[in-house]
C-alpha cells in the first residue's frame, strides 16, 4: 500500500499535489509543499495523475482470435460474425481463458482499471466462452475491476435459445444484459429482441448495454425503440447504447429527434473509433463515411459518450492494442474534437463518463474515492492523448499493479 502519491499534476489545476492514501481510498488532495520524499512515498515527479482508465466496450473472448478465424475479405462486420460463428464452436473455456487474460494484462499494462465485457453467449458458443471470461476475471481479481453483459452475438430471435443462455449467464455471475438489436432479420424482430432484453434485465434488476445500429444503413431504427422502452421500462440512466453508427447517417430532422429522445430517456452511448471507422463505410466508394455516430451532437445534447476499445486482434478488427490513450486519440480525430476544450472531453470518454455509465460513485481524484490511479510522465490531458505514453505507475486501489 502506498502512504503518499508526491509531486502529482491534477487535471485542471494548476501546480503540484500530494494525494494522501489511506486504505484503499484518497484521504486527502494538498498543494505540494516540501521537496523531499519518505520512503515508499510514490513519486510523480510532476507527472499527470488521473482515475484509471475505463475501457466501457470490450469482447474479451475474441482477443486475440484473428489467427484461428479465416481471413475477413470483405472487412464487414457481417461477415467477420459468420467467420466467429464457425470458428467458436472449437474454442473451450480454457482456451478463451488463456487470451482473455492476455488483453486484460495488456490493459492494465496501459492503465485501464475497469472494463465491460461483452461475452458470447448462445447456441453456438453455448456458455463456454462465458465460463472462460468469468475464469479469466477471477485469475485477475483484485487488479482490474471486469463487468461482464450477456451479449446474444447471432441475435436473440434469429438465435432461437440465445435468451435461455443469457439468463443461465446471468446465473453464472454476468452483471449485464447485452443484445444486437439491428442483427435481426426484420425491424419487428428487433423491437421484439429489444423487449426480451428488458423482461430479462427486470428478471435480474440488471442493466442494459446493447449493441445497435451497428450500420451505416439509415433504414436502422433501433436505438429509438430502445430509448423508448427505457423511458417506458424506468431503466432511464441504466441502459447503454453501443455504436450506434446508423445515427450518423439519418437526414438531420430524424437524428435530432433521436438525439433528443436519448438525452431525455438518459441512455448512455458508446462509440468505439477504431472499429468503427475499420468496419463502417465498407459500402461507400468516395466520400467515405467515418462510421462513428455523431459523437459531437450528442456531447452537446447532454448525453453522456465514452469510447471503448471493442476489439483486440481479432476478425473484426486485426488491430487495437487495449490503450485508452490510442481509442481517445482515434476518437480525437474521427470526430474533428480537436480545440483544448474538446480535447478535455475526450478525455472524459475514457475517464468519468464510463464511469457514470458503470454509475460508480467513487471514482475520481477526490477524498472518499478509490486510490485507482495511473501515473502519465506528461504534464497535461493533451500531451497525455498526443503522445500516448505508456504509464509510469498504475495503481489499484492504492497498490501497484
Ligand atoms: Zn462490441
Same mark, same amino acid.
Given at each position: 500500500?502506498?502512504?503518499?502519491?508526491?509531486?502529482?499534476?491534477?487535471?485542471?489545476?494548476?501546480?503540484?499535489?500530494?494525494?494522501?492514501?489511506?486504505?484503499?481510498?484518497?484521504?486527502?488532495?494538498?498543494?505540494?509543499?516540501?521537496?523531499?520524499?519518505?520512503?515508499?512515498?510514490?513519486?510523480?515527479?510532476?507527472?499527470?495523475?488521473?482515475?484509471?482508465?475505463?475501457?466501457?466496450?470490450?469482447?474479451?473472448?475474441?482477443?486475440?482470435?484473428?489467427?484461428?478465424?479465416?481471413?475477413?475479405?470483405?472487412?464487414?462486420?457481417?461477415?467477420?460474425?459468420?467467420?466467429?460463428?464457425?470458428?467458436?464452436?472449437?474454442?473451450?473455456?480454457?482456451?478463451? +481463458?488463456?487470451?482473455?487474460?492476455?488483453?486484460?494484462?495488456?490493459?492494465?499494462?496501459?492503465?485501464?482499471?475497469?472494463?465491460?465485457?461483452?461475452?458470447?453467449?448462445?447456441?453456438?458458443?453455448?456458455?463456454?466462452? +462465458?465460463?472462460?471470461?468469468?475464469?479469466?476475471?477471477?485469475?485477475?481479481?483484485?487488479?482490474?475491476?471486469?463487468?461482464?453483459?450477456?451479449?446474444?452475438?447471432?441475435?436473440?430471435?434469429?438465435?432461437?435459445?440465445?435468451?435461455?443462455?443469457?439468463?443461465?449467464?446471468?446465473?453464472?455471475?454476468?452483471?449485464?444484459?447485452?443484445?444486437?438489436?439491428?442483427?435481426?432479420?426484420?425491424?419487428?424482430?428487433?423491437?421484439?429482441?429489444?423487449?426480451?432484453?428488458?423482461?430479462?434485465?427486470?428478471?435480474?434488476?440488471?442493466?442494459?448495454?446493447?449493441?445497435?445500429?451497428?450500420?451505416?444503413?439509415?433504414?436502422?431504427?433501433?436505438?429509438?425503440?430502445?430509448?423508448?422502452?427505457?423511458?417506458?421500462?424506468?431503466?432511464?440512466?441504466?441502459?447503454?447504447?453501443?455504436?450506434?453508427?446508423?445515427?450518423?447517417?439519418?437526414?438531420?430532422?430524424?437524428?435530432?429527434?433521436?438525439?433528443?429522445?436519448?438525452?431525455?430517456?438518459?441512455?448512455?452511448?458508446?462509440?468505439?473509433?477504431?472499429?468503427?471507422?475499420?468496419?463502417?463505410?465498407?459500402?461507400?466508394?468516395?466520400?467515405?463515411?467515418?462510421?462513428?455516430?455523431?459523437?459531437?451532437?450528442?456531447?452537446?445534447?447532454?448525453?453522456?459518450?465514452?469510447?471503448?476499445?471493442? +476489439?483486440?486482434?481479432?476478425?473484426?478488427?486485426?488491430?487495437?492494442?487495449?490503450?485508452?490513450?490510442?481509442?481517445?486519440?482515434?476518437?480525437?480525430?474521427?470526430?474533428?474534437?480537436?480545440?483544448?476544450?474538446?480535447?478535455?472531453?475526450?478525455?472524459?470518454?475514457?475517464?468519468?463518463?464510463?464511469?457514470?455509465?458503470?454509475?460508480?460513485?467513487?471514482?475520481?481524484?477526490?477524498?472518499?474515492?478509490?486510490?485507482?490511479?495511473?501515473?502519465?510522465?506528461?504534464?497535461?490531458?493533451?500531451?497525455?492523448?498526443?503522445?500516448?505514453?505508456?504509464?509510469?505507475?498504475?495503481?489499484?486501489?492504492?497498490?501497484?499493479?
Amino acid at each position: 500500500m502506498i502512504p503518499r502519491i508526491r509531486r502529482a499534476r491534477l487535471r485542471g489545476q494548476d501546480g503540484l499535489h500530494v494525494l494522501e492514501l489511506k486504505d484503499d481510498r484518497i484521504a486527502t488532495v494538498t498543494p505540494e509543499r516540501d521537496a523531499s520524499l519518505a520512503d515508499g512515498e510514490l513519486d510523480a515527479a510532476g507527472g499527470l495523475v488521473l482515475p484509471s482508465f475505463i475501457d466501457l466496450h470490450l469482447h474479451l473472448d475474441l482477443a486475440y482470435s484473428l489467427d484461428l478465424v479465416p481471413p475477413n475479405r470483405s472487412g464487414t462486420l457481417v461477415e467477420a460474425i459468420g467467420l466467429y460463428a464457425a470458428a467458436k464452436e472449437n474454442f473451450t473455456p480454457a482456451s478463451v +481463458c488463456e487470451r482473455a487474460v492476455r488483453a486484460i494484462e495488456d490493459e492494465i499494462a496501459f492503465g485501464t482499471g475497469a472494463i465491460r465485457n461483452h461475452v458470447d453467449v448462445g447456441q453456438t458458443a453455448g456458455l463456454r466462452l +462465458c465460463e472462460g471470461v468469468l475464469a479469466a476475471r477471477e485469475k485477475t481479481k483484485g487488479r482490474i475491476d471486469i463487468q461482464i453483459v450477456t451479449f446474444p452475438q447471432d441475435g436473440v430471435i434469429r438465435d432461437a435459445g440465445a435468451i435461455d443462455r443469457m439468463r443461465e449467464a446471468m446465473r453464472m455471475g454476468c452483471d449485464l444484459v447485452g443484445g444486437i438489436a439491428h442483427y435481426e432479420r426484420t425491424p419487428t424482430d428487433s423491437q421484439r429482441q429489444i423487449e426480451l432484453l428488458f423482461d430479462l434485465a427486470e428478471e435480474f434488476d440488471a442493466d442494459i448495454d446493447c449493441h445497435i445500429d451497428e450500420t451505416d444503413s439509415p433504414e436502422s431504427r433501433c436505438v429509438e425503440y430502445l430509448a423508448a422502452e427505457t423511458i417506458k421500462r424506468g431503466w432511464q440512466g441504466r441502459v447503454t447504447a453501443s455504436h450506434v453508427c446508423a445515427l450518423a447517417s439519418y437526414e438531420p430532422v430524424h437524428a435530432a429527434k433521436v438525439v433528443a429522445l436519448l438525452a431525455e430517456a438518459h441512455v448512455h452511448v458508446v462509440t468505439n473509433p477504431g472499429v468503427n471507422l475499420h468496419l463502417q463505410g465498407r459500402f461507400d466508394t468516395y466520400p467515405k463515411r467515418r462510421g462513428l455516430t455523431r459523437v459531437r451532437q450528442l456531447m452537446t445534447a447532454g448525453v453522456n459518450v465514452s469510447a471503448g476499445q471493442d +476489439c483486440i486482434k481479432d476478425p473484426f478488427y486485426p488491430f487495437g492494442t487495449g490503450q485508452m490513450l490510442e481509442v481517445a486519440h482515434l476518437l480525437a480525430h474521427a470526430d474533428h474534437l480537436s480545440s483544448a476544450s474538446q480535447i478535455e472531453q475526450v478525455m472524459d470518454a475514457i475517464t468519468v463518463n464510463p464511469a457514470r455509465a458503470m454509475r460508480r460513485t467513487d471514482y475520481g481524484i477526490e477524498p472518499g474515492c478509490r486510490a485507482d490511479l495511473v501515473v502519465l510522465p506528461v504534464e497535461n490531458v493533451h500531451e497525455a492523448i498526443r503522445l500516448r505514453p505508456r504509464p509510469t505507475a498504475v495503481l489499484k486501489a492504492g497498490r501497484h499493479v
